[in-house]
Structure formats: structure tokens, C-alpha cells
């Protein structure tokens, strides 16, 4: 008895090749490829036994193991012409069909598809109208074969001998690419009218896309290169899809940039500039040179936020909460935030003051501005503008450029998603000119509430409305922020913290966020009071809170690594522990380093991270009458000590010093610390006292620090930085300072804590100076009159 695979099927039962894409149609000629299983098995059993073979198309091309009833109903019987032994797998065939097929019902037991069949009977149709159609069809097809690029002969004549309308319907149906479903529709069309009527139109349409094609190929024939022919036949596609009803690639992307343009908000005449740019990227070739640059131009002005934004409610006890939980002290400062926010909520559209925190690094400018970002509940961006030495770099670059952008303050629009932002300009002071311009320049129309409306970015070239951006400025030290953009900020000062408030900063702050930071629990690890303040006081020379903060972490990590290595369960950290781990005091109080040395007189300077203090050494030797000056001095400096020293030999009957005493020496001013660059007009009084105590042999107060200026009359004239100066005394162990009498009334700048920790003494004479450093009266006789400040 012949197995399964070779035993004869009845008559009306045939084995099954479902395919993905393919559809015979009779009288057709094609090659199949088969791979599945029991699709190879339905094909050896027909060449087993010389039968015929079912084609049916699947209704679902994803199925790789289809059922009876994922086929289509109506097939074709195909009779196996030549077979190639397989090859990777796959079996190819040349198949040709005979007839249409109806699937009655499926047959089990086979190692393939089988079903049993009735083969369908073309009706013998005759009509005039069938006729005509069939005449069309003729000259459609032959038309058709004359447009299809290597056409066999054999074909041509095939189709002119070609009497019946079915035959020739079917053949030329297998010619024509059109899609899977209208093919199955054509097979399963008995009728040969119904199925001439179907044919026809798609015939017309196919025909229609080749001469089309033919055409745009001849056009450009004589020009063909590599680019071209790419060029060419992306113009093909785009032709054929069209005429298809389908839209390729760039359609879709022209379209979705098309309606972000007309959801992005922008103004009448800016949306009209898009669009330009958008019907000229509609016909460019996407390996055209300008069309990556045209649609990023593109991208980059439908992601602005063009649209006004709605007006979020200020709520100001939250506002004074949020700057209260976020800050300590800065009463002042918190003052004028809560000012400037009471003035946003009262007149949401007015033009507010940009606002300009400047001060030493670490005290907190930053962290302010996204205080008041959360008070109005608008998103922070921050723009760096240190090192920044390009003025393109503000107003960005031309389109012309390779590699072209939009300036920072664009960028951090985009970055931010709404027009009306808190933008933080930090660092402004480190702005710098060069040849490519001066962005402190472009600056001036970013800060001018007069002119930012209408603010014009080079790579955008239309202008944009900066006025509801909330500007916010940072710098260090205000000086060397040129007096045009300086007029139009209003500078809020943020002096340095005492060292009480830099006590409450850490336990409120700097030990839990580093406590955390390094994986620590709060019962894990304790820093005791003692031991901040020895941080404070031996680890840290600073006016901010940053050095502070990385000590406190390399405690922290001490810490862990004890808990880590199973060393200790807590560990607390007391003062006397700091030697152990952070290594010896790095900062020292030394001025009992000088109490029994005459001519050393402690001076107050103040410097961009805040005050310090500097001694003032005078020393005479033998000479010819020089002043002789050392200590990297600017000149303003030198110019101090000039006057000193002539004011010292005005009032040396004064204070008692021979006058012959000064032709015969050479002075020596040397002020420590030679590597550092030293200027400033607050040095005078302190180079008298050190040159007055010099001739008087009588050493200046151990515990006394001074600043101030002098002129030649005797005045001391009044000086800057007085807060940063009192609070460099207070590090250093000052109880005594002098300073000129018309700057006693900042002292209200300087907590009241210190205030009460040091006593001041008003200059209004530099005899007021000798007098409290020396302990020397000078005689009013010898002086002469008091002048008048």
C-alpha cells in the first residue's frame, strides 16, 4: 500500500500551497517559491503522483502555519512545469494555471492542506458589450507590453493569437502589479464581463504610471549621473505614490511640520515666514545640501513657545515660606524678592526690574533664582555665560554658517518650553570681548524692557517677544560688568555670611543633604556643633558656603567608610576628631604672630569672595631717603603709600619723630602673601598707623584692624565692602576696628551678632587712628586745626 505522501487523492480532492503574495491566475505562467513544511509536502506529493496542485492565497500574510479557514474560498489548479531541486530550504517551481477552484470543504490526515474542490466552469458569454471590452483590452495590453522593459516575444504573440476574452483577461491580469486583494477579486470574477470590467480601469491606471515614468526618464537621460539617477527614481517613487493615492516619507514629513507650524501660536507675519520656508523645502530633494538646514531651521521655530502663556496666581506667604525653607538669613535680599513679586502679582503685564544678585561665590545667587521661579511657578532655565567671548553666542549664528544655531537665550527658551520663564544669566561679569564681537553688547536688547519685545536672533531672522521673561543676573563682582549693561539691572548685594549664620546653614542644611548624598541615615552619623565650628573657623576661608559644604562631605565619607566596612554602627564626630580627617587647620588666626613687632599694622580689604585681612609690614634701613615698596601693589596701592609716608613726615613733630630721621634711611613697605595681585583705595589709614608706629617704636594693638583711605590733609576718607571687611575681622579675631566715620551708618548692613562681638571706632583724622591703635595723643598745637570731613 503507497504512503500518505505518494498514495492518490480522489478526483476532486487536490493538496494546497497557500502564499503570502502570490495569486495564479489560469493560463499564467509563474515561478513559486516554497519553504513551510507542509507546503513542501503538498508539492512532492503532485510530483509524485503527476497532479495538479491547489494555489490559494492566505487572508493573513503573518500566519506561518495558516488553517483551512485563513484561506481565501477561490483558487487556481496549477500543473508543475519544472521543478529545481531545493536550495537553502526552498523549493522554486514554475507553475502554470489551468483552472479556477471553489474549496468545498478541508480534508484531514494528510501531512498537508487538502481539500476537496469543484472546479469552476467559465460561462461561454457572448455579447456585443463583450466585444467591445474585449477589443479595449487588446489594444490596452498590447499597449501595456510596450511600455514593460524586456518583454519575451514569445509574450507578444501569445497575447495577438489570443482569441477568448477569458484567456486573454487572465493573462494580461497576471501582468499588470497591482495590489494582492484586486487580484484575488479578478480570480474570483466567473463572469467574463464582470471581469473585464474590473481589469480595464487598472489596466488604464498601470499604463498610465509607466508612460508617466517613461516620460521623466527620457527627460533626463541625457544628464544621468550617480546623484541623478538616485534623483530620478525618488521622483519615480514620489510620481507612483501619487498617482496611487499614497504618500511617501517627505509628505508625511512635510504635512506634520505643515500643522505644528499651525498649532506653534506664532505671530501672523512669523507664521508667514515659516510657511515660505516651508513651500521651499516641499520640492527639494532630501539629498539636496540646503534641505537638512532648511527643515532644522524649521524644527527649531515650531518648538519655540510662541504662544502667551497663562498667568499663574503669586501666592505670597508661600513665597516667603519657600525663601525661608530654602535660605537662611539675607533678610534684606528675601525683602526685595517678595517686593518683586508683590509688584508681578499687582501688574502681571508690567516691565519689573531685572533683577542682579551679585556677590561672593557660595552664597546662594543661584539657588535664589529658582526660589523665585517656584514663587511664580514658572520653569527655570539657566544660561552660563562665563567664558562666553562670542557675541554670536547671545544673538546666534546667520543661516549661511555651517552648523548654524540660535544664540543661548533661544536655546534656553526651547529648553525651558514656555515664553515666560525665569532665565538665570549667570556669571555675567565673566563676559569677555574678542574679535568675533562683544556679547556683553548683544546683551543690552536681551535686558532692555524697552526693546526685548521685539528681540531678533540671527538664525531666526524674525523677531521674538522676550518680554515675559523673567531676568535674573548674576555676577561676582559688578565692577567689571560694563556700565551700560550695569544701568540697566538693579544690583542687589549679597554680602558673605558670619560665622554663626554659617553654623545654622550646615545644621540646617549642608549636613543633611550630605549626610544623604553620601548614604548615610540620620542615626548613622552625627557631626557635633563642636566640630562644625571647627570647620568653620580652620577649614574654611571663604565668604559662601561651598568649601564648607565639601568638608562637611569629606567627614560624611569618613563615616561611611567606617559603616560600610563593618567598623561601627554610628559614628559621631566631635571636634577633636577633624585632625584625624581632614588633616591639620588649614587657616590659622595669626595675628598674635605680630603683637611685640612694631610697623606691622592690620589691615581690611576686601576681595571677590568676600573680606580678608592683610598685615601691612614698614621697615627703615640705611639709605638715601627711597620708599621702597613690595607685595605685588597695584597703583592705586602705590599711591596710598606715597601719601602715607609724606603725611607721616607732615606730622612728625606730632608724633614726635626728628625730621632729620628721614634723609638717612630708605623705607620698606611689603605688604605678605607676594603672589597675590593687591590694589584698592581702603590701604591708607593702615599704611600711617604701620609707618607711625615704625618712628615711634610703639607696636600697633594686637587686637585691632583698620580701612580706610587718607588724603594729604589728614582726612580719612570713607570706603567700600564694609559688611565683607567687618565679617573678615570677626574670622580673624578682631575686637577692634577702625573705620572712617562716614561709613558707621552701613554698619546696619552687618548682623547684629557681630555688631555686638566687636567694637567700632569712627576716623574722622588720622590722628583719630593713632590715637586708638597706638595709644598715642598728638597734640592738637603740633597738628594744627581739626579739619572738617
Known amino acids: 500500500m503507497p504512503s500518505t505522501e505518494t498514495a492518490r487523492l480522489p478526483a ?59 484561506l481565501f474560498a477561490v483558487g487556481t489548479l496549477a ?18 494555471g489551468t483552472q479556477r477552484f471553489r474549496i468545498v470543504e478541508a480534508v484531514e490526515g494528510h501531512p498537508f492542506l487538502a481539500a476537496r ?38 509574450l507578444v504573440a501569445a497575447l495577438q493569437s489570443t482569441r477568448g476574452a477569458s484567456t486573454l483577461a487572465d493573462i494580461t491580469a497576471s501582468l499588470v502589479e497591482i495590489e494582492l486583494n484586486e487580484k484575488q477579486a479578478l480570480l474570483e470574477a466567473v463572469s467574463t464581463e464582470e471581469r473585464l470590467r474590473k481589469l480595464l480601469p487598472l489596466l488604464a491606471h498601470r499604463i498610465e504610471v509607466l508612460r508617466l515614468s517613461k516620460e521623466i526618464g527620457e527627460r533626463t537621460k541625457e544628464q544621468l549621473d550617480d546623484r ?75 518648538e519655540l513657545p510662541w504662544s502667551t502663556p497663562a498667568e499663574h496666581p503669586i501666592d505670597l506667604a508661600a513665597a516667603r515660606q519657600t525663601l525661608a525653607a530654602d535660605h537662611f538669613g539675607l533678610e534684606r535680599v528675601k525683602q526685595r524678592i517678595l517686593e518683586f513679586l508683590a509688584v508681578r502679582k499687582l501688574n502681571p503685564g508690567g516691565r ?51 552648523g548654524a544655531l540660535p544664540g543661548n537665550i533661544i536655546q534656553g527658551l526651547r529648553k525651558a ?70 544701568d540697566r539691572m538693579e544690583v542687589i548685594d549679597l554680602p558673605g555670611y558670619t560665622q554663626e549664620e554659617k553654623l545654622q546653614i550646615a545644621e540646617s542644611y549642608l549636613v543633611g543633604r550630605q549626610r544623604e548624598a553620601n548614604g548615610l541615615r540620620e542615626d548613622q552619623c552625627h557631626l557635633a556643633r563642636g566640630a562644625l565650628q571647627g570647620i568653620i573657623a580652620d577649614y574654611t576661608h571663604e565668604a559662601g558656603v561651598r568649601q564648607l559644604e565639601r568638608e562637611i562631605g ?50 581690611l580689604a576686601w576681595t571677590p569672595i568676600g573680606g580678608d585681612i592683610l598685615f601691612i609690614e614698614a621697615t627703615r634701613v640705611h639709605g638715601t631717603g627711597q620708599l621702597v615698596l613690595t607685595g605685588q601693589l597695584g597703583d592705586v596701592m602705590k599711591e596710598s603709600a606715597q601719601a602715607a609716608t609724606t603725611l607721616v613726615k607732615s606730622r612728625a613733630a606730632g608724633l614726635g619723630i626728628a625730621t632729620a630721621a628721614f634723609d638717612e634711611i630708605d623705607l620698606h613697605l611689603h605688604i605678605p602673601a607676594g603672589a597675590i595681585p593687591k590694589d584698592g583705595p581702603s590701604a591708607g589709614v593702615a599704611m600711617f598707623v604701620a609707618l607711625a608706629s615704625l618712628f615711634t617704636d610703639r607696636p600697633v594693638r594686637h587686637d585691632v584692624a583698620m580701612t580706610g583711605e587718607i588724603s594729604l590733609r589728614g582726612l580719612v576718607l570713607p570706603v567700600g565692602g564694609i559688611k565683607e571687611k567687618v565679617l573678615a575681622a ?4 578682631i575686637s577692634v576696628v577702625l573705620l572712617p566715620q562716614r561709613n558707621l551708618k552701613d554698619l546696619r548692613d552687618v548682623p547684629e551678632s557681630t555688631r555686638n562681638a566687636i567694637r567700632f571706632v569712627g576716623l574722622e583724622t588720622v590722628d583719630d587712628a593713632v590715637s586708638s591703635a597706638l595709644g598715642l595723643e598728638v597734640p592738637v598745637a603740633l597738628t594744627g586745626p581739626r579739619p572738617t570731613a
Open 117 to 154: 474542490i469543484q472546479q469552476i466552469q467559465e460561462p461561454a458569454d457572448a455579447s456585443a458589450e463583450l466585444e467591445a471590452l474585449t477589443l479595449q483590452l487588446r489594444e490596452r495590453s498590447l499597449a501595456l507590453i510596450s511600455l514593460l522593459p524586456s518583454v519575451p516575444a514569445e
Open 417 to 486: 518650553g514656555a515664553r515666560d520663564c525665569v532665565m538665570m544669566l549667570d556669571e555675567l561679569d565673566k563676559l569677555t570681548a574678542s574679535a568675533r564681537g562683544d556679547p556683553s553688547a548683544a546683551l543690552l536688547e536681551v535686558l532692555d524692557p524697552e526693546q526685548n519685545n521685539t528681540f531678533r536672533d540671527n538664525y531666526l531672522g524674525v523677531p521674538f517677544d522676550l518680554s515675559r521673561v523673567v531676568f535674573i543676573a548674576t555676577a561676582n563682582v559688578m565692577d567689571q560688568v560694563p556700565p551700560p549693561v550695569r
Open 554 to 603: 569629606r567627614t560624611m565619607r569618613h563615616a561611611a567608610m567606617q559603616i560600610a566596612e563593618g567598623l561601627a554602627g554610628q559614628v559621631r564626630i566631635e571636634a577633636t576628631d577633624l585632625d584625624r580627617i581632614l588633616g591639620p587647620a588649614r587657616f590659622e588666626r595669626d595675628t598674635a604672630l605680630r603683637q611685640s613687632v612694631t610697623g606691622v599694622a592690620t589691615g
Open 730 to 733: 570677626q574670622r580673624a579675631g
Open 352 to 402: 519689573a526690574p531685572i533683577l542682579c544678585f551679585a556677590g561672593p561665590p557660595g552664597v546662594g545667587k543661584t539657588s535664589l533664582g529658582q526660589s523665585i521661579a517656584k514663587a511664580l511657578q514658572r520653569p527655570f532655565v539657566r544660561v552660563s555665560l562665563g567664558g562666553v567671548h562670542d557675541e554670536a553666542e547671545i544673538r546666534g549664528h546667520r543661516r549661511t554658517y555651517i
Open 12 to 70: 476532486d480532492v487536490v493538496p494546497l500551497i497557500p502564499m503570502r503574495n502570490l495569486v495564479l491566475l489560469p493560463h499564467a505562467l509563474v515561478t513559486v517559491s516554497v519553504g513551510r513544511e507542509r507546503s513542501v509536502a503538498a508539492l512532492l506529493h503532485a510530483l509524485a503522483t503527476d497532479t495538479p496542485v491547489g494555489i490559494v492565497l492566505q487572508k493573513d500574510t503573518r500566519q506561518d502555519d495558516p488553517a483551512p479557514g485563513d
Open 79 to 96: 500543473r508543475i512545469v519544472h521543478h529545481l531541486e531545493p536550495r537553502e530550504g526552498l523549493h522554486h517551481t514554475l507553475c502554470q
Open 228 to 302: 541623478q539617477r538616485k534623483f530620478l527614481l525618488r521622483e519615480q517613487l514620489k510620481t507612483i505614490q501619487h498617482e496611487l493615492g499614497e504618500n511617501g516619507g517627505e509628505d508625511a514629513e512635510i504635512a506634520r511640520l505643515e500643522e505644528s507650524i499651525a498649532r506653534s501660536g506664532m505671530p501672523a507675519d512669523t507664521e508667514a515666514h515659516a510657511r515660505r520656508e516651508l513651500r521651499r523645502l516641499q520640492p527639494m530633494s532630501d539629498t539636496s545640501g540646503e534641505y537638512p538646514m532648511l527643515r532644522t531651521y524649521l524644527e527649531w521655530m515650531v
